[in-house]
């Protein structure tokens, strides 16, 4: 089965420590309590992808976080990584910290593939990243929903791995075939 990796923050979810936007929901992680908003689409997005796809969530938040927020969201078929699965990198320049090897995934890197709104977490393998908009709370948003019609075609390929940089365009495209 084909693997797919989801970043959380700002790609499925926009997390706070205090109430912003519009009714966000109150969570609480290790003793402290956080704001979130869920992106337009997201639970469609995930049902779906969680039946084509061996999906595994994979955030620079704590592990605590990212299970409590997933407890909440309740879908079933995910893998939940948090910043201990992530790779520390030297930056200087205010970029995150971290990466997120996918060969920690799989060897084979024909089958895997990311979304992240961060295109530093996947420098090392730039063919497997698929680059989403950032999302902090706006409402009106289709992104989620045409990522899901990019993913499907893309599964039907052998190999996975391609430059993604024109993937909007792209599935823009395929849509008005
Ligand atoms: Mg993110």
Not at 52 to 70: N, R
Not at 113 to 119: K, L, M, W
Not at 128 to 155: A, F, K, P, Q, V
């Amino acid at each position: 089965m084909k693997k797919l990796v989801l970043d959380l923050d700002e790609t499925l979810v926009y997390s706070t420590m205090e109430p912003v936007g519009q009714e966000p929901i109150e969570l609480s992680a290790a003793g402290s309590t956080f704001y979130t908003m869920i992106r337009p689409g997201a639970r469609e997005f995930l049902e779906h992808v969680a039946q084509k796809f061996e999906c595994t969530i994979w955030s620079t938040g704590m592990q605590a976080y990212v299970e409590s927020l997933w407890n909440y969201l309740n879908i079933d078929g995910f893998k939940l990584w948090g910043r201990d699965y992530c790779k520390p990198v030297e930056v200087h320049d205010g970029r995150e910290p971290f990466e997120k090897p996918l060969r920690q995934i799989t060897e084979d890197l024909s089958e895997i593939i990311i979304v992240d709104n961060t295109s530093t977490m996947f420098t090392k393998c730039p063919l497997n990243g698929i680059l989403i908009r950032t999302w902090r709370g706006d409402t009106n948003y289709t992104e989620l929903s045409h990522l899901r019609y990019y993913l499907d075609w893309l599964i039907t390929q052998d190999s996975m791995q391609r430059d993604h940089q024109s993937w909007r365009l792209e599935t823009l495209c395929l849509r008005t075939r």
